[in-house]
C-alpha cells in the first residue's frame, strides 16, 4: 500500500505571471478585473485586483479558478443541468460562468485560473489569452 501520492502544482512565479498577464490584458480591454490562480487544491497561489474592480467580483475568480482547478475543465463546459446542483452541492465553492480555466503545461494539470470582472464572455476572453502567452495548453480553454 503506498503512503503517499505526489501531485504537480503551478509554482508562484508562473501563477504571479499569469495574474500580471490577465490584468494587462484586461486593462486592454477596458476590464477592471479580479484574477485568482490556484493549485489543484483550490490553494490560493497568486491573486490580484484592479483598482475600482467590483467587490463580487473577488469572489467570483476565487470560484472560478477553483471549478477549474478540481475539475481541469473549463467553467463554461459544466452542464446547464449541473449548474444548481454543482453550486448547491459545493456550498457555492464551484462556478459555471464562463472565466475559469484549468492550468495544464506539458499535459500535467497544475491548478485553475479564474478570470472576473468583466461580462463573461470578456473574462474567457482574458483567460485563453493568459493561457497563450503563459504557454499552457490552449485546449485547456476550451
Known sequence: MSTHTLRPAITYATAARAVEIALEVAERSGVRAV?????PAMTPV???RADGATPHSLETSRRKAATAA???RPTAQMSPELAVAL???SG??????KGGVPLVFEGLHVG?????GGHPDQDAEIA???LARLGADPEAAR
Not at 485553475?112 to 472576473?116: C, H, I, S, T, Y
Request: no cysteine; hydrophobic share 50%; aromatic share 4%.
Open 35 to 39: 484574477v485568482t490562480v490556484v493549485d
Open 46 to 48: 497568486a491573486f490580484a
Open 70 to 72: 478540481s475539475t481541469g
Open 87 to 89: 453550486e448547491h452541492g
Open 92 to 97: 457555492g465553492l464551484l462556478t459555471r460562468i
Open 112 to 116: 485553475g485560473l479564474g478570470v472576473a
Open 128 to 130: 485563453a489569452e493568459v
